[in-house]
């Protein structure tokens, strides 16, 4: 493997655009956030094309494969195609917390809502919720 050949794990994320830093990247890695085949890995880490990646970003996680190198930052349609999401569907779409929960209004004008109105709403609130 030539020198051009090897890329650090931290770098590639930062090129790929995973990360918005690469000491982000690197700090991601030393907590653990980064695996290869359920394994925590080293900043320093050589990436090689074919390895898949768990990445948790927050509550968001994904999973990537590597396609190609990226040494330098790129724009965002380019850094898409150095890498495959194999994250599964039901993941991405699916509430992860309560902040990503479809919020409810009420109208301008209509006051404090009544303890009856408060029922309504945690019912349907509550149907939400519920683990099966």
């Not at 000491?23 to 394994?39: D, F, P, V, Y």
């Not at 900043?43 to 927050?58: C, D, F, L, M, T």
């Not at 917390?97 to 919020?103: E, G, R």
């Not at 006051?111 to 609130?125: F, S, V």
Request: net charge positive; with cysteine.
């Amino acid at each position: 493997m030539s020198e051009i050949e090897k890329l650090r794990i931290d770098k590639y994320l930062w090129a790929i655009r995973l990360f918005k830093t690469r000491s982000l990247a690197t700090e991601a890695c030393k907590a653990g956030r980064i695996k290869l085949k359920g394994q925590n890995i080293k900043p320093s880490a050589i990436v090689k094309i074919g390895e898949v990646y768990s990445v948790s970003k927050g509550i968001e996680k994904k999973i990537i494969e590597v396609v190609a190198f990226s040494h330098n930052r790129t724009d965002s349609p380019t850094a898409l195609t150095k890498y495959k999401d194999l994250t599964p569907l039901e993941e991405t779409n699916a509430f992860k917390s309560v902040f990503h929960a479809p919020s409810l209004k009420r109208d301008r004008g209509a006051g404090r809502p009544t303890k009856k109105d408060r029922r309504e709403t945690d019912e349907l609130i509550g149907g939400l919720f519920e683990e099966d």
